[in-house]
């Protein structure tokens, strides 16, 4: 028996496809949900910002119809220094239009205070939009690892904001196993999974280049997946998130993901269901 919680085709494993290709792609993988990357991880990076393409966007909202496909998360709201929520608006109400649930956000301003009281305000636009903004810690931004995600949290106290555990950043990260299970459940809306090797990068250069180019299989490298995941909900929906040229075209690594993760998910989550 498969394990039966919800799984979600990440965007940066399928980049180098357009909107309307990761939900055919998603559907033909298998996958109940896919997410979109509207804005870009770096300034140069790809991205496909539906909110300034209407034809691409009624494209994607066709191909979501005639799929079953809905989308997840939308990324990439990265909050610097120059904030300013209301640039954001046309990116909420495309998220809305694309009944997106979460939105992954990124930490940029080392002025803690200040970007606690960003996001607070990125939480109360979006909820209008039925939309809720997860922190993602990373080890090379501004909030690093998972104690600090949990005091900002705690500081921005809304209903609609959230926590993104990605395995990766959580094993590259100053973050501890006993403070996964100090996570309020509300907070946890889903999870991003890959595997990667047990040595980790000793440089911030190396870290980054790994997590976007380098990720393994679930199973496939040595990271304490077991240890993480069997920490957070059963029924918590999975993101598969797993950039690797070498695993094949866009379409092999959607479906070799969600197949690998299938399978890890089964063997280790759900041990029982395995060998019947």
Known sequence: MQDSRPFALGPLTVLDLAPPEVVDVAARAGYDYAGLRLLPATPQGIAYPLMGDSRMLRETLARMRDNGIRIFDLEIVRINEHFNCDDFLPFLE?????????????????DISRFTANFATLCDAAAPFNLKPNIEFMPWTAVPNLQLALDILRAADRSNAGLLVDAIHFDRSDSHLDDLAKIPAAWLQYAQICDAPAEKPTSIDELIRAAREERLLPGEGGMPLADIFSRLPAALPLCVEIPNPQLGTSEERARRGLEATRRWCTEHLNPQEAFR
């Open 94 to 110: 495309t998220g809305a239009a694309l009944g997106a649930q979460c939105i992954l956000v990124a930490g940029d301003d080392p």
